[in-house]
């Protein structure tokens, strides 16, 4: 006894008894609709194998009647490749539809002959209509195949007259303008090529070149009509314009080399047009097929109707006998269905009954606590105990659950002495990482006093180079001027002088003397440019963070080709095309030029690394590219800005984020220090202004600086 009582304490016991009272009432309520549903089908057999046939055959006659009157608008809209399938498919209705009929006819009482014969007739024309339908296709795709041809023909003549007649036009234009019939033969005289005769000529071509193109357009047109009223006006039309081509072949000639090539052409073109059989004739017989074919097709719609009109009165008269037989399965359907409601009632309150005493007192109630107390736990709530008591599963479940909480409590307690390691050993890390970057900035501050160094070397020797300079500039404009005199003073002995007309001294000298003056000027130019580079090396040198008010666009020019010819002295094979698009109306903007100067600088010279590394990878594959930078310069309100876009190698996300960053760089160690973009950057802030990043890897890279006309009181450059 003691081992049965436990045995029902146990959830699993419980559960199958619960199942098997539960599949009793099944079994109850399966023998009561058993018996329910013979009752059931021993009248349904009478529906079923006698009044559903019947009524399921004259349906099934409605239903092919339709799917023939539905198959014959294929025919008129099929191609030649699906036409056997669909007289193929309306062949396999026919029969289907036969078939049905004959099974009506079969089934058909003494009082229903009079249903059957309506259906008879009416069936009999519709698939005699729909025979006289496949021949009017078939015919059909013989006048298409013939209008296939005619366009073919008209096709090629279409192309031959254009040549043709555009030939004879461009020759004749050109003969009225300079009076050569062939570039090889000399020109005629203007009273030859140029006169009434030839103008009229010239006409003509064109009357027939416009009728030509009419006359065409007209027929492909007339092969797009569907109604026989539109044809008549395209037909007359197309006379009318052969009367035009007829006269002014007439007035070209027979002898006309253009009217001997093109009037063969212009009777085949008439020929498809107008004649009896092509063209015109041929569009209005295939218009009159299809007409016939609507008339059969709305025929077949009424046949249809009237199929369908007979049909129904038959079915009507089967649907009656069906509903008495029908009457008396609902009676035996009614006692059934009373019968298993009483069984469901019963089920029902059985199942509410188990589901609370059992699942819900016993089972739920207690696994709802144990799935809290495991929820606390995966928190990290170790400390509570587990306890549910009972001698079921959930018993046992709780048990091995304070088992598991005790092991997690040393686990956790191992973890965190691991943690404490990790962390110690990151700080460890952090450490030796900013002993790495202190060695980095210590290098890069070398390399600064070394560049500080440099710039001061360079600005002495900028100073040395611009006194010689000067002289080259002053002397060459000097020597100008007395060329100049020479001139005036050579023309003047010239003029006084007799020089013979054959005596060629006279311009050999002036030659030179131009060839002189030009060289001067070259000089003079260069000479400015190279005084200009030597400014701006001394600008550089001298710094002196003042602010100035002066035009962005020289800062902008000067130190964008500065930085391009600095590219250039590293790669002489570097070329650069630069477009520059400077406002010349903008205000002046105050600034410190030496820091500002830096900026561009650095934006050009990333610019022109960029543009050479995507011309190196170029010239690897053998595409064609060709370097470009874009510099312009615009007003926004009170803010001057300055873009300058480059279709480098561009740069990702993630590169574009970090750009500004102190020693951050994409260059090779000894190309870059990864502070140009960052100084730039404090340059720009330091003039209360902004700097503006877009790129597409592979395709651009554009930065638009935006500075403020004056700046606040305050502000320092950096």
């Known amino acids: ?24 009432l099944t079994v109850v309520a399966s023998l009561v609709g058993w018996f329910s549903f013979h009752r059931v089908g021993l009248l349904q057999d009478v529906v079923n194998n006698e009044s559903i046939p019947d009524m399921g055959a004259a349906v099934r ?140 000529r010239y006409r003509h071509l064109t009357n027939l070149q416009s009728n030509a193109s009419l006359a065409i357009q007209d027929l492909a047109n007339a092969f797009a009509v569907t109604e026989a009223a539109r044809l008549e006006p395209l037909r007359e039309r197309s006379e009318a314009t052969r009367r035009r081509i007829d006269r002014s072949l007439q007035a070209l000639g027979q002898s006309d080399p253009i009217s001997l090539q093109v009037s063969p052409m212009f009777d085949r073109l008439f020929e498809l047009a107008l004649g009896e059989d092509t063209g015109f004739a041929l569009v209005a017989e295939i218009i009159g097929s299809d007409s016939r074919q609507a008339a059969l097709l709305e025929t077949n719609q009424e046949l249809g109707v009237a199929l369908l009109s007979a049909v129904e009165n038959l079915v ?35 199942a509410l009954l188990i589901a609370w005493l059992f699942v819900g007192r016993l089972l739920l109630r207690r696994l709802a606590t144990l799935s809290r107390r495991m929820q606390r736990m995966a928190d990290g709530d170790l400390e509570g ?45 952090q450490l030796e990482q900013v002993l790495a970057e202190l060695e980095k900035a210590q290098d890069q501050v ?127 094979d570097f070329q650069l095309h630069m477009e520059m698009d400077l406002n010349t109306d903008l205000p002046e903007v105050e600034v410190v030029p030496q820091n500002l100067g830096r900026v561009f600088l650095n934006m050009v010279s990333n610019a022109c690394h960029a543009t050479n590394l995507r011309r190196m990878e170029a010239q690897s594959t053998n595409q064609i590219y060709m370097p470009t930078l874009k510099v312009s310069t615009w007003l926004e309100g009170d803010l001057v800005a300055i873009r300058m876009h480059d279709n480098g190698t561009g740069m990702p996300d993630e590169v574009k984020e970090k750009i500004f960053n102190p020693f951050f760089t994409t260059k ?6 990864g502070l140009g973009l960052a100084l730039s950057s404090d340059i720009v802030r330091g003039h209360g202004g902004t700097i503006e990043v877009e790129s597409e890897p592979g395709e651009f890279t554009e930065m638009t600086v935006r500075l403020p006309l004056v700046q606040p009181a305050g502000t320092a450059a950096g």
């Open 1 to 24: 006894m003691n081992a049965l009582f436990r045995s029902l304490r146990r959830l699993g016991t419980r559960l199958y008894l619960g199942l098997g009272a539960a599949v009793l």
């Open 61 to 200: 006659a409605a239903q092919q009647s339709g799917s023939l009157v539905a198959q014959a608008p294929l025919l008129t809209a099929a191609t030649v490749d699906n036409l056997p399938q669909i007289k193929a498919d309306i062949a396999r209705e026919r029969d289907a539809f036969e078939q049905q009929l004959s099974a009506i006819r079969a089934s058909s009482d003494i009082g229903e002959e009079d249903y059957f014969a309506a259906i008879q007739a009416n069936a009999q024309t519709l698939i005699a209509n729909i025979g006289i339908i496949e021949q009017e296709v078939d015919d059909r795709f013989l006048l298409l195949e013939r209008a296939d041809v005619v366009k073919a023909d008209l096709a090629s003549l279409q192309v031959g007259l254009e040549s043709a007649l555009v030939e004879a036009l461009d020759d004749q234009l050109f003969f009225l303008l300079t009076g050569y019939r062939a570039l090889n033969a000399p020109p005629a005289s203007r009273d030859l090529h140029l006169n009434e005769t030839q103008i009229t």
């Open 316 to 350: 009507q008269d089967k649907g009656s006998q069906a509903r008495t037989a029908s009457a008396m399965s609902t009676l035996a359907i009614t006692t059934g269905r009373t019968l298993l409601l009483v069984l469901i009632v019963v089920s029902i309150v059985g």
């Open 385 to 429: 105990r587990v306890e549910i008591g009972g001698a079921d599963e959930i018993a046992d479940m709780a048990a091995a659950l304070e088992v598991f909480r005790r092991h997690a409590l040393e686990v956790q307690r191992l973890n965190l002495v691991e943690k404490l390691a990790e962390e110690l050993q990151g700080k460890n890390d």
């Open 446 to 572: 070398i390399t600064q006093e070394k560049l500080a160094a440099l710039g001061e070397l360079t600005a002495g020797v900028a100073h040395e180079i611009r006194n010689p300079l000067n002289f080259v500039k002053n002397f060459s404009e000097v020597s100008e001027e007395l060329l100049d005199e020479m001139q005036e003073e050579l023309q003047d002995l010239l003029t006084d002088a007799e020089v013979p007309e054959e005596d060629d001294r006279p311009g050999y000298l002036k030659e030179i003397n131009d060839d002189l003056t030009d060289n001067l000027k070259r000089i003079r130019q260069h000479a400015d440019r190279a005084n200009g580079i030597v400014e701006s090396m001394l600008r550089m040198g001298r710094d002196t963070g003042e602010w100035v008010k002066i035009d962005i666009n020289n800062i902008v020019d000067e130190h964008t080709r500065l930085a391009f010819h600095s590219a250039r002295a590293k790669d002489p």
């Open 668 to 673: 090779p160690t000894n190309e870059g220090t």
